[in-house]
């Protein structure tokens, strides 16, 4: 909670701190890579730099939170930072690094806004950091002690068993660690990261979602290659694409997120687009292996049959469920199953007290969050995963 002396001191700087947020976070950045050119070529991923979508998710969080802590201060913000919490983890921040961060953020915020910064809006602003980086810092030692991993500690060299093309862009990989033993469990849902070493000698991190269910002694993910321009957008899964065969080692990390299968028979929703089916197709695996009767509705849009990774798997696992249905959209004609056009969640029959699960573009995501929110679904109720950098925090 904000101390009494800060609150309006934030209150009344929220909406000039807010609106030079971007200019604050572009500075930061520079900043620090400036003074700390490892963290950018072997930590942040390169193409969010590039497009600028790290610097807005930044902005968004620090603005979500701060507007949280004047307006809502009852109310912990737990749900925003266990997934930044979870990525962190991933990527193996560790409490030190909170450290360079603040050093050049607010170093950036004084050289952006000058005189506006007095030394009672510093500590205000200052108390508003700390607030956030000890309470990632405190949920990020908690992920680690799950794994029983030391700060930052997450990774682990895991071999190629298996490589599988899904879709022209679409590639499974299946791994199981270096030393033979098994790749241990998670919850349906979760994702790990991947280290590769790029031509130029950077070791990029990028995140995939676990694509079938635990309970064997490999893993399995699927990498989607996009396509990035001239940005350097789509490296790490073209390298993957074009470079990694059975027999190639990685270094994969332990598997975090927060979008997971819960317990119990409650209703389910699962909704994708694209790629965003992973997660879903570990959590339909489950159900499947473990005889779920729960009812189950999962809904998917693509571009088209062929472009729809795992299709068939994931027409299978539903089938295997005695109370579920399968929903498919495409734009471009090809299924007689499926509809054409954009997917429309609203005119679905769904069952009361569901709980939903949504990955996929942010466009998909917030079309069928609407259209939940009109058909009476709670908004707790509702959780999504992004693959990327935020975009949805504080501007929903």
């Given at each position: ?127 508003v950091y700390w607030l956030m980086a000890n309470a990632l810092i405190a949920a990020e030692e908690r992920l ?40 241990g469990s998670f919850r349906p849902g979760q994702y790990v990261s991947v280290q590769v070493e790029l031509p ?170 609407g259209d939940l929110l009109r058909r009476g679904v709670p908004a707790e109720a509702i959780h999504y995963e ?11």
């Amino acid at each position: 909670m904000l101390s009494e002396q800060s609150t309006p001191v934030i209150r009344a700087t929220l909406p000039v701190v807010g609106s030079a947020l971007g200019d604050i976070s572009e500075r930061f950045y520079v900043g620090m890579f400036d003074d700390h050119p490892e963290l950018l070529r072997d930590l942040f991923n390169r193409g969010n730099q590039a497009n600028g979508e790290q610097r807005q998710a930044l902005a968004g969080s620090i603005a979500a939170f701060a507007t949280m802590l004047v307006e809502r201060p009852d109310v912990r913000p737990d749900a925003m930072l266990a997934r930044i919490a979870n990525k962190h983890a991933a990527l193996g921040i560790t409490s030190g690094q909170y450290k360079i961060v603040h050093h050049h953020l607010f170093a950036a915020i004084v050289d952006v806004l000058g005189s506006t910064v007095t030394p009672d809006v510093a500590a205000a602003w200052d108390e508003v950091y700390w607030l956030m980086a000890n309470a990632l810092i405190a949920a990020e030692e908690r992920l680690y002690q799950e794994h029983r991993l030391a700060e930052g500690q997450v990774w682990r060299p895991m071999e190629i068993t298996g490589r599988r093309e899904e879709t022209p862009d679409a590639v499974s990989f299946m791994l199981q660690p270096a030393n033979g033993d098994s790749a241990g469990s998670f919850r349906p849902g979760q994702y790990v990261s991947v280290q590769v070493e790029l031509p130029d000698g950077a070791r990029q991190i990028r995140q995939y979602s676990l694509s079938a269910a635990p309970g064997t002694a490999h893993w399995r993910i699927t990498v989607k290659r996009v396509h990035g321009g001239a940005s350097p957008d789509g490296e790490v899964s073209s390298w993957l694409h074009r470079n990694a065969g059975v027999g190639d080692v990685l270094a994969v990390s332990a598997p975090f997120g927060d979008l997971v299968l819960p317990d119990g028979d409650s209703p389910l929703l699962l909704a994708s687009a694209g790629i965003g089916a992973t997660p879903m197709l570990a959590m339909l695996d489950h159900l499947a292996a473990t005889g779920a009767t729960r009812p189950v509705v999962v809904v998917h849009a693509d571009r088209s049959p062929a472009d729809h990774a795992h299709r068939d798997e994931q027409r299978r696992l539903v089938q295997a469920l005695p109370h579920a249905g399968l929903h498919l959209w495409y734009e471009e004609p090809g299924d007689e199953e499926a509809s054409v056009g954009q997917a429309d969640v609203g005119a679905l029959e769904l069952p009361s007290g569901l709980t939903a699960f949504l990955c996929g573009p942010l466009p998909f995501m917030r079309t069928v969050r609407g259209d939940l929110l009109r058909r009476g679904v709670p908004a707790e109720a509702i959780h999504y995963e992004v693959f990327g950098p935020d975009l949805w925090l504080g501007q929903d």
